[in-house]
């Protein structure tokens, strides 16, 4: 049975220019049907985890690779941007910025890739429907991009990446852009891949989102994965703070009522010692 896997392996990355590596050495994996988080402080390597993981690093932004990008145990090095494209999606925060700027519907800016990809019209209509079921956002498909909210425009870039029908989904921040609005309508259509077992790899600050949807949680610091494990394990780690990563509000409020009660306890033992 093959191996269904994004893997990095033994990863080494410097940007172009840059003296030294962003990403020193990591070894992460995305597993089938996996929705991995990551997080980490500002400038630690997020970003260019995301751009190594989907291939445009450093094929499009320039840049030395070292280690391996392995899809599915094949390494990458040898595909043509086109084909892996076709494997590994990936969107980014700001996603006025990933529509193609000459569709004049949702439904067309959905069918733009497969339409490139050179498929059968019946298979661009079958993936178009797909993808905007997917994310329960037909009532769109005759509006334009350009006039849709901030989180309505997310949505349709990630629908576009659905109807290539890559096998992983990179996330770099989806909702960074958004406001509580656009944060939960995202929010509830990444919920709904994860539950369909889709494979998707999240770099988000929003904490909460990933403890919602995550299964395993990955911490970069300083370009280094420090911490990997079980969502709700890494998230109630006490070390998050110092790492530059808000805990979830849950974890947060656990603390919150450990403390207060052994406040009580301290202040109870210190009322019969003072009896």
């Known amino acids: 049975m093959a191996l269904l896997r994004l893997a990095l392996e033994a990863v080494r990355y410097r940007c172009a220019g ?38 445009l690093a450093p094929r499009t932004v320039g840049g030395a690779l070292g280690g391996r990008l392995l899809l599915d145990g094949t390494d990458a090095a040898p595909m ?35 339409m ?30 350009a006039r849709l909210s901030g989180g309505q425009q997310q949505l349709v870039a990630i629908a576009g990446l659905l109807a290539m029908a890559p096998a992983y989904l990179v996330l770099d921040e989806p909702t960074a852009q958004l406001d509580p609005a656009g944060t ?21 600050h929003k904490t909460d989102l990933l403890a919602r949807i995550c299964d395993r949680v990955a911490v970069l610091d300083a370009g280094r994965v420090v911490l990997d494990g079980a969502a709700g394990e890494v998230l109630a780690d006490p070390r998050l703070p110092e790492l530059g990563v808000p805990a979830p509000a849950a974890a947060r409020l656990r603390r919150s009522a450990h403390a207060a009660q052994l406040t009580r306890e301290a202040l109870t033992r210190l009322d019969g010692a003072l009896a």
């Open 18 to 55: 840059a003296r030294h590596p962003t990403l020193p050495d990591v070894s992460l994996e995305l597993r089938d049907g996996e929705v991995l988080g990551l997080v980490g402080a500002s400038e630690s390597g997020k970003t260019t985890l995301c751009l190594v993981a989907s291939g």
């Open 80 to 114: 043509a941007i086109h084909q892996l494209a076709g494997r590994v999606g990936i969107a980014f925060a700001s996603p006025a910025a990933q529509l193609s700027g000459v569709a004049g519907t949702v439904y067309e800016e959905v069918a733009f890739g497969p």
């Open 116 to 145: 490139n990809l050179g498929l059968p019209l019946s298979e661009v209509v079958a993936r178009s429907d797909s993808a905007l079921a997917s994310l329960r956002i037909e009532a769109l498909a005759d509006r334009d991009p």
């Open 184 to 204: 939960a309508m995202v929010a509830d259509a990444l919920a709904r891949l994860a539950a369909r077992g889709s494979s998707i790899l999240i770099a988000e």
